[in-house]
T-cell receptor, first 115, second 109 residues
């Protein structure tokens, strides 16, 4: 299994531009999570999906952030317009949670820099 | 609201010593996780603890869970330099998984 795949690995963009981060979960996993990591705030849960349906998006910082999961093998996190304070590492993770001792499997992350 | 607190946040210790990292959480939980993160890398799963009294061990690391006290510990035995990393605990409540701030562990040779 290739694991959770995120793209791009690095993204540098100018303030005001749209940014789209992509994630392919492990096949068969029914939960998908988006986290943001910064030195100041640590790992913040942004949103998570179960069977492609958003369950809790209370961690999404503002309306500038949106996430979709159109099918079981793909999810996107979009920031429009981007701001310098959005600079962080964004992780996607997937899991089989219900009744299992399966951990979250993390992708390698996307390092976003907004100038 | 689920809150997860780790302590200490920073720990510098000598090789060969033992130490414990603590993880407290504010509400009942379904699962508790421990992860390791090396600088610039992703998170690697160490343990998943499901029930009160659960204990798991892998090499020099041992994790335990006390659901009544809402406390998990990660014990390091005879530390070696390779264990230098940041360790996170995370708590699952109703499938919402919240992470602690992490404990940055530096092991001196």
């Amino acid at each position: 299994d290739a694991g959770v795949i995120q793209s791009p690995r690095h993204e540098v963009t100018e303030m005001g531009q749209e940014v789209t981060l992509r994630c392919k979960p492990i096949s068969g996993h029914d939960y998908l999570f988006w986290y943001r990591q910064t030195m100041m705030r640590g790992l913040e849960l942004l949103i998570y999906f179960n069977n492609n349906v958003p369950i809790d998006d209370s961690g999404m910082p503002e309306d500038r952030f949106s996430a979709k999961m159109p099918n079981a093998s793909f999810s996107t996190l979009k920031i429009q317009p981007s701001e310098p304070r959005d600079s962080a590492v964004y992780f996607c993770a997937s899991s089989l949670l219900w009744g299992s001792d399966s951990p979250l499997h993390f992708g390698n992350g996307t390092r976003l820099t907004v100038t | 609201e689920l809150k997860v607190e780790q302590n200490p946040l920073f720990l510098s210790m000598q090789e060969g010593k033992n130490y414990t990292i603590y993880c407290n959480y504010s509400t009942t939980s379904d699962r508790l996780y421990w992860y390791r993160q090396d600088p610039g890398k992703s998170l690697e799963s160490l343990f998943v603890l499901l029930s009160n009294g659960a204990v798991k061990q892998e090499g020099r690391l041992m994790a335990s869970l006390d659901t009544k006290a809402r406390l998990s510990t990660l014990h390091i035995t005879a530390a070696v330099h390779d264990l230098s990393a940041t360790y996170f605990c995370a708590v699952d409540r109703d499938d919402k998984i919240i992470f602690g701030k992490g404990t940055r562990l530096h092991i001196l040779p």
